[in-house]
């Protein structure tokens, strides 16, 4: 561990446990971590100035906002319902319909639109879960070690033994293709990783003298683990929820290629799902959803590396 | 000698082709004849036994292993096969079939009554249409070439019902030993009177059927040997029908499939040989269920779903619209029924009138639709675009996808389901493969493709009854023609289309199988015109 990340992580500290500490723990100790304090009070627009220094995390980020922006309010402006049938099955892009027609007649363009709210919905809320699983057994484990760290790893590694996809189709077809369902599906099979990383935290962090301060100065568990372990530990989980949106997208597209979609959910895994077999007869209704979930997870993936080249203090350095 | 030595090339290379077979069981069709004829078929079978099993997997190796009393012409005419002539009795009590003289079995034992008075029973006793010999009393058998079957009713269905893939006669000396039939060891090592002789299964593999060289009909089979592969992957059997490994690839069900295949050169694609089999495509309705229990709520729904649009443009013209519940085809259909032509005002008032007005979103009800998952075409699609069509008259439907066919069969046969895609055959004759869908007496819980509708109407059931023992044919069909209109009026079902089935054929191949019964029947006329260069 070296010394920079550490005097590096300590301006998250709450000021207030910092005082606390100061107050209570021998002042030399303290004061040598205390100064950092002043030198740089806000990490966040540090990050965020390192971000807008990446021309790929900026790109990215622009092209997330677009695509937000079109889930958004795309709908109002084009009110074609997606599964309505608007016209003959298979018919080439045209003024009637910009990007053709799918094999019953839908319009690719209305599913892309409406689609796309369903899919940046299931891979947002699907990471939220993720995240939230994840962070909770990887910082009790993490935290308090012991039998409650032996029982929750036990736990995470049986869920990380089973395939995910597979597991997630085993969910899906006992509970029925529904989008709540594949969301939780999804939240419930790929928890794990950020269990791993959130642990990893808490295990290096949680043996630091400003934690061992904050303790000594009268800290619970609980105000431990929210308010000072869990924001030094913050910036990889931010990461790592980024990237998990992307992962919860492509989930999303793979299980309703293999035929577990919501049928009465247009998305644009289901799109592709639906339309594959009819590749070679109407190529466009594949190939845009196929592209909009191809950019959507550049994006996050780019925004997710633009984060982490911001407040990852090693490469800030260079 | 120029012929065999070609012939000779053909079963080597073609022998070749097939990489994994083990090469002894090619040795054998060199030299002779008929050359060698490879089947791809996605269907694999449980046995080969077509007397307590039903359904095409079995049907088509069964069919070619044992021989039955009749087999059927591409006009519905019986014809004589195992039986050279037949007599139905006056009262129509009794059915006297007079066996060919030189049957024998592959095992070199001669066919006689005895064999078939023993089948007949084992059918009735073991198969899954329990309508179809449900009127056998018993078999008589004066001679060992003449068996008579005495019928507790007239029976007409009778003569359907000893087609090839119905009613395979098996051998007594090797049946007849008192294990029970369904899961008899010879099951899997069959021994019938039939053109081809069982010879080798490589279980989920493949299996293969050799030229009985004592078949009582002289010069046939023309072939020396049939390979049927089975392969799972539907693609892969495209590609091997394109590329020529597959000489024959039966019940192409996908329009895209169908078109795929023929675009290709060498194939030969055709639609005939399934009016036997009579697979329909319906959506049918939970008839006891709210609202569905009002017949207006089921007409409006047939207005408002447009079955030209679903024939001619989701199926892209390949599939036939059915308007009944006998397939289109068959000499009983009835043509002349409600059409349910295409019209959304009828619709909206039919829901009206029923009680249901639209909300403040314009939407009456909201039903769910279950389909057959695995079928896109005929089953899942449809669904979809009923979704699609009946949103425009305020029903809105739900799709429910089914992961797999035991949970969608457990749904309906437990009437949990407001409407559902269904593809039912009709096998023949009414009686085997029709009546079961519409009578009362066949509401059993639990039981797919039984009346899952739980459609009662006595007057259905009544004329079922009577045309069920209706020995004079057009007395017969005027029965039939009542029961198609009241049910296509009932609208327990809304008939969309008949599925469309497609066999495709290497063009180097004669006397294709095109009789009502396709590949269900025995394949000992096909022959090889100008055998395959690979």
């Not at chain 1, 006992?174 to 999804?186: H, K, M, Q, S, Y």
């Not at chain 2, 000499?331 to 295409?342: C, G, H, R, T």
């Amino acid at each position: 561990m070296s010394t920079v990340e550490q005097t590096l992580i300590v301006p998250r500290t709450e000021a207030s446990n910092v005082k606390t500490a100061a107050n209570a723990a021998a002042p030399g100790t303290t004061t040598m971590r205390v100064q950092p304090v002043a030198r740089a009070l806000s990490p966040a627009r540090a990050a965020l100035r390192q971000f807008l220094r990446s021309p790929s995390g900026v790109a990215g980020a622009i092209l997330l906002l677009a695509l937000i922006l079109a889930t958004i309010f795309g709908p109002m402006l084009y009110p074609i319902d997606p599964l309505e049938i608007v016209g003959l099955p298979f018919s080439p892009p045209d003024a009637d319909a910009l990007l053709g027609t799918d094999y019953l007649g839908r319009d690719v363009l209305a599913g892309l639109i409406h689609g796309g709210r369903a899919t940046m919905t299931v891979g947002a809320v699907a990471a939220l879960i993720t995240i939230v699983i994840g962070v909770s057994v990887g910082a009790l484990s993490g935290f308090f070690g012991g039998w409650i760290d032996s029982l929750l790893v036990k736990i995470s590694e049986f869920f990380q033994v089973l395939p995910p996809l597979l597991f997630a189709m085993v969910l899906v077809t006992l509970f029925g293709p529904r989008l709540t369902t594949i969301t939780i599906a999804i939240g419930a099979v790929s928890w794990t990783s950020a269990a791993r990383l959130t642990r990893a935290e808490f295990m290096r962090l949680r043996d630091l003298d400003f934690i061992k301060a904050s303790r000594a100065a009268g800290a619970g568990n609980w105000h431990l683990i929210m308010r000072v372990v869990l924001p030094n530990a913050l910036p990889p989980i931010i990461v790592s929820a980024t990237l998990a949106i992307g992962v919860a997208i492509l989930f999303e597209g793979g299980l309703s290629f293999l035929g577990l979609g919501d049928p009465n959910t247009m998305s644009w895994g289901l799109m592709i799902g639906q339309n594959r077999n009819y590749v070679l007869d109407a190529w466009w209704a594949v190939t845009f959803p196929g592209a909009a979930i191809f950019l959507a997870v550049l994006a996050v993936s780019l925004v997710g590396d633009g984060i982490n080249d911001a407040v990852n203090p090693r490469l800030r350095r260079r | 000698m120029m012929l065999s030595k070609r012939s000779f090339l053909t079963g080597a290379l073609g022998g070749m082709a097939l990489a994994g077979l083990p090469s002894e069981t090619w040795a054998q069709s060199a030299g002779s004849g008929g050359g060698t004829l490879v089947i791809g078929s996605s269907q694999v079978p449980r046995h080969f036994n077509g007397a307590v099993q039903s359904g095409i997997a079995t049907a088509l190796p069964s069919s070619q292993i044992f021989a039955s009393p009749l087999r059927f012409d591409e006009s519905w005419n019986p014809q004589p096969y195992l039986a050279k002539s037949w007599e139905i009795a006056a009262d129509g009590l009794s059915v006297t079939l007079k066996l060919v003289d030189d049957a024998v079995f592959h095992d070199g034992k001669p066919v006689t009554s005895d064999d078939v008075a023993f089948s007949v029973m084992a059918i009735k006793e073991n198969h899954p249409f329990k309508t179809m010999l449900a009127a056998v009393d018993k078999v008589e058998t004066p001679d060992p070439k003449i068996a008579v079957i005495k019928l507790a009713h007239p029976h007409p269905a009778l003569l359907l019902a000893m087609s090839p893939a119905l009613m395979p006669i098996l051998p007594k000396h090797i049946y007849g030993d008192g294990q029970d039939i369904k899961t008899h060891p010879a099951n899997l090592k069959p021994i019938g009177s039939g053109p081809y002789k069982f010879t080798e299964y490589k279980q989920g593999d493949y299996y293969t059927l050799e030229k009985f060289d004592k078949f009582f009909i002289p010069g046939r089979p023309k072939l020396d040997k049939i390979v049927v592969r089975l392969i799972s992957d539907p693609n892969a059997l495209l590609v091997s029908t394109e590329r020529g490994e597959i000489h024959a690839a039966p019940f192409i069900a996908g329009v895209r499939d169908i078109e795929r295949l023929e675009k290709s050169q060498n194939l030969v694609v055709t639609d005939k040989g399934f009016t036997g089999i009579g697979a329909l495509n319906w959506l049918a309705f939970n008839t006891r269920k709210k609202p569905l229990d009002d017949v207006r709520v089921r007409q409006a729904i047939a207005y408002a779903a447009n079955r030209d649009f679903i024939v001619k443009k989701l199926m892209g013209g390949k599939a036939k619209p059915a308007t009944g519940p006998i397939a289109p085809g068959s000499p009983l259909d009835e043509a002349n029924v409600e059409q349910y032509k295409f019209d959304l005002e009828k619709a909206r008032k039919l829901l009206d009138e029923a009680g249901l007005k639209p909300g403040a979103d314009g939407m009456r009800v909201t039903l769910t639709i279950d389909y057959i998952p695995g079928a896109d075409e005929q089953q899942r699609n449809v669904a979809e675009y009923l979704r699609s069509a009946l949103k425009r008259v305020g029903l809105n439907l739900e799709v429910r996808a089914a992961p797999d066919f035991p949970t969608w069969a457990q749904r309906v046969s437990n009437y949990d389901f407001d409407m559902t895609m269904d593809n039912v055959y009709n096998w023949g004759d009414p009686v085997i493969g029709v009546d079961r869908t519409y009578l009362s007496s066949n509401i059993r819980k639990g039981i797919i493709w039984s009346n899952t509708q739980q459609y009662s109407n006595p007057k259905v059931d009544d004329i079922l009854a009577k045309a069920a023992v209706e020995t004079a044919p057009d007395k017969r069909k005027a029965l039939y023609s009542e029961f198609q209109k009241i049910v296509v009026e009932d609208v327990p079902i809304y008939f969309i289309n008949a599925t469309p089935y497609y066999n495709a054929f290497a063009k180097g191949l004669g006397g294709l199988p095109t009789t009502i019964w396709g590949v269900a029947s025995p394949l000992d006329e096909l022959y090889w015109a100008t055998p395959p260069k690979i």
